[in-house]
């Protein structure tokens, strides 16, 4: 398998997860400025929307968004726990993080990188953004994980997300439980390895 990223994006966190699971893999940076990958190849042969991250399954097929990627991974190895068992209750409550924070938090983040976001419009969305991760820091209380005792999927995607707010002024100090959070999912092996990783592949 081969994972296109690009280095801060939303990528990281299939990254992580491939990690988690112990599956064998190589990662190929997209350069956006060029549309091209690591290779030299035209990003948008591999993936028509443009973005990362795309999963080269290695037998024509490409996978894409995150929410689908990483429950695939996961589903390769069932030992890992990184998602619960199909059919369940657990599930389901999994898919409501992943949909929660895909559409809650991910999407909202984005006009907040743009230089052409009115700054009355970012006020708006950071006002925003806050009730969100109070909810969510609400619900971590007393957790180890999203989950409760078991990493997931879902925290590689709110870990990854969470980590732009210091980039766009939306620091997580407010929430002591989200700032522990952070650090505790930072400190794992597997995701100091993808950071590190990702910060060592050149791009095209």
């Known amino acids: 398998m081969k994972l296109y990223f690009s280095p801060g ?8 997860v491939l990690r988690e699971a ?12 060029t549309k091209k990958t690591g290779s030299g190849a035209d990003y948008a042969t591999i993936n028509p929307n443009g973005y990362v991250p795309a999963l080269d399954l290695g ?7 995150v929410a689908a990627i990483v429950q695939y991974i996961a589903d390769q190895r069932p030992a890992s726990q990184l998602v619960p068992t199909p059919g369940t209750l657990e599930r389901a409550r999994l898919h ?4 929660f924070i895909g559409t809650e938090l991910h999407k909202a983040y984005s006009p907040l990188f743009s230089p052409k976001t009115p700054e009355e419009y970012k006020a708006v969305v950071r006002e925003g953004l806050g009730k969100r991760l109070e909810y969510v820091a609400r ?21 990854t997300v969470i980590s732009w707010g210091k980039y766009v002024g939306v620091p997580l100090d407010p929430w002591p439980t989200l700032v522990d959070y952070a650090a505790r999912i ?19």
């Open 186 to 204: 930072k400190a794992r092996p597997t995701v100091q390895a993808a950071m590190a990783a990702e910060r060592a592949k050149p791009a095209a």
């Open 96 to 99: 409501e993080w992943l949909a």
């Open 9 to 16: 994006a939303c990528s990281l966190c299939p990254h992580i």
């Open 59 to 65: 037998d024509g097929e490409i996978l894409t968004e």
């Open 139 to 159: 619900k971590l209380e007393g957790k180890t994980f999203l989950m409760g005792d078991h990493f997931t999927v879902a925290d590689a995607y709110l870990f």
């Open 22 to 33: 112990g599956l064998d893999f190589e990662i190929e940076r997209v350069d956006f400025a």
